[in-house]
């Protein structure tokens, strides 16, 4: 259980000296206790409050991962049960259930098409993770079979749903060095054996229960209890209130360290008509794994996009460095245009200067990756520190026209940066990016 402030602040030294950079160890205590500051900045901190602290800020759900390489998967050792309250850490694998009753050329095809689902969003490329095969034709063989044609073209994290124990050993022989994640299926009675081949090879296991809490930790206990290490909690609820309540009570148990059991990140198994409803709900609360049967293919792209927004850090916005981006192939013609250095924002305006056809020099300036209003708004994005970026830039090498084109919603921006820019024409462009194509045909 984590500390309070008052409890760490009897362990911190009471001098109030304030190397820490606070006016009284109390106050430090309570930026502790919040996950706001490190103990390291005590001086004096007693070897009794870092062990204490050190143990309470252990995560309390255990890091698990799956597959091996640059795409291998790593959830868990999540801290919150609510976003705002720090950040979600280790975003959730999103994957395709495939059936081995599918033929060797429709597997590849499948394959190749999720494959080319990645996509670049405001800097980071989006991906589908994992590939589930699941053993339906009940034959070893041909579970082993498609294992093998699905290694040798995805080289991402990999599920194995077979049908019994004999199905597993055969496929491991075909996948085991890439740390598959092992699927027991609902009451299967094979728990304890699946758990047992996941010991033996390092392999993180999903434990799926009967649809209650009581016999999904139970069957967590007999994963443990068989040697498993490395667990995913699937307690496999039938209805979306269930899958809500049963999720949440697994995350605030585990959070408050109540039962050893819960102490491991969730996942779960999408089949039916209620998965386009299910899926955004696993995406916000909490599976670390999400594994999804037939969905449908537009599906992928607007989970991916909630995925990334979900699991950005609320308290640092996604920023790019303040530099003059080139778009295109832009010449001293071109035309000049300011913005902030949000992410989002960034990434809207460079793709709309894009598809209009036109090249242009894109000057982002630094305002603590806030949008254009936020920033003006706070005084980040004011005349000055445009002027001043815009100087240190050294646009007036860069450009022969002496014209800048400043963001719509600043258009008040518009005399004061003519002031701090002399011999400068200061246009104001659209306020939204969707309209920057037709202000370059009618203006420039
Ligand atoms: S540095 Fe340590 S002793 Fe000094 S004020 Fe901060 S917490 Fe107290």
Redesign the pocket.
């Known amino acids: 259980m984590a500390l309070t402030g008052l409890q760490i602040y009897k362990l911190?030294?009471?001098?109030?000296?304030?190397?820490?950079g606070?006016p009284?160890?109390l106050a430090?205590?309570m930026k502790l206790a919040a996950q706001k500051e490190e103990l390291s900045?005590?001086?004096?901190?007693s070897e009794e409050v870092k062990a204490a602290l050190g143990a309470a800020s252990a995560p309390p759900i255990k890091l698990v991962t799956i597959g091996t390489g640059e795409d291998k998967i790593a959830v868990g050792e999540e801290t919150v049960l609510f976003r705002h309250d720090k950040t979600f850490f280790h975003h959730p694998a999103i994957g395709e259930i495939l059936p081995d009753t599918m033929g060797e050329g429709e597997l590849i095809k499948r394959v190749n098409y999720l494959k080319s689902l990645d996509f670049e969003r405001a800097g980071e490329m989006l991906k589908v993770n994992i590939i589930a095969l699941e053993n339906k034709s009940g034959d070893v063989e041909t579970f082993a079979r498609a294992v093998k044609t699905v290694s040798k073209i995805w080289n991402r994290p990999i599920a194995l749903i077979p049908h019994s124990s004999a199905a597993l050993d055969l496929a491991m022989k075909e996948t085991a060095g890439n740390k598959p994640l092992i699927i027991a299926g609902s009451g299967s009675s094979e728990i304890s054996a699946f758990a047992r081949t996941a010991k033996e090879y390092s392999c993180p296991l999903m434990v799926c229960g009967d649809g209650t809490l009581e016999g999904t930790l139970k069957a967590v206990d007999e994963a443990k209890k068989a040697g498993a290490e490395d667990i995913i909690i699937n307690p496999a609820s039938d209805t979306l209130s269930n899958f809500l309540t049963h999720q949440t009570v697994i995350r605030r148990a585990a959070l408050d360290r109540l039962d050893p059991r819960t102490a491991y990140p969730t996942g779960v198994i999408l089949r039916g008509d209620d998965l386009p409803l299910l899926a955004p709900a696993a995406i916000c609360k909490y599976p670390a794994v999400i594994l999804m049967e037939n969905p449908p293919d537009e599906l992928y792209i607007s989970l991916m996009t909630l995925r990334q927004n979900i699991y950005t850090d609320p308290q640092k916005p996604l920023q790019v460095e303040g530099l003059v981006y080139p778009i295109g192939e832009p010449d001293e013609n071109s035309p000049l245009i300011v913005t902030t250095n949000f992410s989002l924002t960034y990434f809207m305006v460079s793709s709309e200067i894009d598809s209009s056809g036109v090249t242009a020099h894109l000057a982002i300036i630094e305002a603590e990756g806030m949008s254009v209003l936020t920033a003006w708004s706070a005084g980040k994005f004011t005349a000055e520190i445009i002027a001043n970026s815009l100087k240190e830039m050294k646009i007036a090498e860069l450009v022969k026209h002496r014209k800048i084109i400043i963001p719509g919603y600043v258009a008040s921006l518009q005399g004061e940066l003519e002031e701090e820019m002399p011999g400068w024409e200061i246009l104001v462009g659209p306020q939204e990016a969707s309209d920057i194509g037709d202000y370059f045909k009618q203006v420039w």
Do not use: G, R, S
């Open positions: 911190l030294p009471k001098t109030n000296c304030k190397e820490c606070y009284t160890c430090f205590a900045k005590c001086p004096d901190a």
